[in-house]
């Protein structure tokens, strides 16, 4: 009888801990989503506002210490920023940026890639506003030139890294060799470069031919300037007549780029210019996880994949519709098994471009796309500057709290521990006042 009503205590006992437990783990639960994120609005939070050129931006701060960012340099010129969510990797050559989720490790459930290969002078003779490759005047791979690529911090009052910033500035032309296997099959005229590999591939008067050399780019400006922050950064893009567009960069997940274009050698006054970014979902080390495009257009929302191969003819390059009332247009990376949105790329659909009067005029945005069978070929277009400069902010990122990595697991190990502990705790002391009753 005495052994019945001990099993009767235990079971009750251990009723009781799970009890306990589960109580505990929801208080553990509302506490976490009762904090504030980034990029939501909290009553605690105080405003500061800052004015850097004609761009007005605002830092937001609140009671809870966030992680600074930070940068390092590897031997081999490799930089790295990294917060305590997201960490860039950035090329030591060419304008290219891999960026995952810091709880991730080395990015191997989750891995991106953008890079700025190729700038275009193309006659729009459709009409649409974007490129495609039919309409070819000229282009340059950006790998054909030298690069410079600088990093640094910008510190608050109280000592913290507010901003870490990643520059690269085009120098001269390369005297090696560069890749053209990416795009000598829809390149209209291209036949690969000679024994000169900066040989020309600019548009000679000849049908689809391309002669001449890229020399006549050499004076041409070009600087990709990338800034991550520790706080929320809302700014606006603004000409001469004022406000234009507004966007928002989160603090700690966003990396935005300010594309500078200055001198571009332009052949017509009627062409237009367009840049790509070469994108890529799946630059993880693990073949485990597979991601993809989703392209959020006006009235419609388009999955796509880099292994979508468009094809290779110069009639490529589908108009990106923007979504209208919005100044943000942009495309998700999307976690192909659990359909969980990881990472994200945008852009603001205006650019400021400055005339040689110093007069800013803001100008619309337009973008074309296709895949190549190994990335996505996003084309932003912008109008002829003839001798002025033009100045766009892209930015790409990962959403916190998508993690493939649960960043929450070492909390909830902590609170199922204890709970554990404590029913095991609390069976021992019935065993024992049992045993003393016996």
Known sequence: ??????????????????????????????????SPARGTDDDDTTTTTITEDDETTTTTDDDESEDEPHEERDSDGTAWIQTD?????????????????????????????????????????NGD?????????????????????????????????EEVYASYTKGGLKQDGWDDDWFEDWMPGYEGPGEDDNESLSLADDEDE???NFTRFQD????????????DYTGNVTDDEGVKANYTVFGGVELKVDIEIGNFPFQSGASKIAI?????????????????????????????????????????????HDVEDDDSQGLSLVDGSTNVTRGFYRWVDKAVMTLNNGSEIAVDVGASFWTNGEALLLFFAYPNFDGGSLVHDPSMGVYEGHSPVDSGTPWLSNVLLLGVGAVAAVAIVVVIASKRRA
């Open 276 to 320: 790509l970014n070469y994108i890529r979902e799946d630059v993880a080390s693990s073949s485990e996880y597979n991601y993809r495009f989703r392209l959020h257009e006006d009235d419609i929302e388009e999955e796509i994949e880099s292994e979508d191969d468009s094809g290779n003819g110069t009639e490529v390059g589908e108009k990106f």
């Open 129 to 161: 506003g974007v490129y495609q490759p039919n309409e070819t005047l000229g282009f340059v791979p950006l790998e054909a030139f030298e690069w410079t690529l600088q990093t640094g911090v910008v510190k608050n009052q109280l000592g913290q890294n």
């Open 1 to 34: 009888m005495n052994q019945m009503r001990t099993t009767d205590m235990i079971r009750s006992a251990l009723v009781l801990g799970a009890v306990l437990l589960l109580v505990t783990s929801a208080s553990f639960v509302t506490a976490r989503a009762d």
């Open 220 to 231: 041409m400006t070009l600087q990709f300037y990338a800034h991550i922050y520790m706080k």
């Open 210 to 212: 391309h002669q001449g």
């Open 85 to 125: 969510i997201m960490t860039v990797k950035l090329d030591p050559e060419t304008p290219t940026y891999q960026f995952w989720y810091t709880a991730d490790g080395n990015g191997s459930r989750g891995r991106f890639m953008v890079s700025y290969k190729m700038i275009v002078e193309f006659d729009d003779l």
